[in-house]
């Protein structure tokens, strides 16, 4: 079965320090793979795409690694602020003709001052 | 540029009621699609739209029909709400049918209570 998990499911961090968000998945074939920020009250907006041939990608201070192998990427968030406080959702695409999204739990981030 | 609007944003019914949830978007988008997103669970996909004057079922489309009106709307009908239909309702759009590296829009979404 298609699945993809995220963890933590929430976190809590000061302002100015770094975090890591973890996404695992077990959908095959697999496409790419999103991150996307969902702001309390508000849509989802996406971060970085990951093709299967990328290892990594910088969007500002959000930094996205994909592993295929493993089946494993991550979201790195430099220098936090409290604008990053939100959701954080890991959406991979599957392959083949129905391309399907299936969607992550998300990431609950909290950034205090 | 508004990209996707939702309307409304909030609404309370009681159980049998119907409405409608409307969805428009300007940035001249083939795909449209009807989301749900539950405490603890992941975004669900009702119904899409690949293009215009084509519907599909998602994966959770019962209690749920759908109307592609034109390239620009996209709405969501609930005949008879039930409890298990209180949650966010998202409308999202793209350009081609999630596709490649198609990214999704989406709406500011649409908060239902059934009581």
């Known amino acids: 079965k298609n699945q993809v998990e995220q963890s933590p499911q929430s976190l809590i961090i000061l302002e100015g320090k770094n975090c890591t968000l973890q996404?695992?998945?077990?959908?095959?074939?697999?496409?790419?793979l999103r991150w996307y920020k969902q702001d309390t009250g508000r849509g989802p907006v996406s971060l970085t795409i990951?093709?299967?041939?990328?290892n990594t990608k910088s969007n500002g201070r959000y930094t996205a690694t994909l592993d295929a192998d493993t089946k494993q990427s991550s979201l790195h968030i430099t220098a936090s602020q409290l604008s990053d406080s939100a959701s954080y959702i890991c959406?991979?695409?599957?392959?083949?003709?129905?391309?399907?999204?299936?969607f992550g739990k998300g990431t609950k981030l909290s950034v205090k001052p | 540029n508004a990209g996707v609007t939702q309307t409304p944003k909030f609404q309370v019914l009681k159980t049998g009621q119907s409405m409608t949830l409307q969805c428009a978007q300007d940035?001249?988008?083939?795909?449209m699609y009807w989301y749900r997103q539950d405490p603890g669970m992941g975004l669900r996909l009702i119904y899409y739209?690949?293009?215009?004057?084509?519907?599909d079922k998602g994966e959770v489309p019962n209690g749920y029909n759908v109307s592609r009106l034109n390239k620009r709307e996209f709405s969501l009908r609930l005949e008879s709400a039930a409890p298990s239909q209180t949650s966010v309702y998202f409308c999202?759009?793209?350009?081609?049918?999630?596709?490649?590296?198609?990214?999704?829009?989406f709406g500011a979404g649409s908060r239902l209570t059934v009581l």
């Open positions: 999202a759009s793209t350009e081609v049918p999630s596709s490649g590296a198609n990214v999704l829009t």
């Open positions: 996404c695992n998945y077990t959908v095959s074939p697999f496409s790419n």
């Open positions: 990951m093709t299967f041939s990328e």
């Open positions: 959406v991979v695409r599957s392959g083949g003709s129905q391309g399907n999204l299936i």
């Open positions: 940035m001249n988008h083939n795909s």
């Open positions: 739209s690949a293009s215009e004057g084509t519907t």
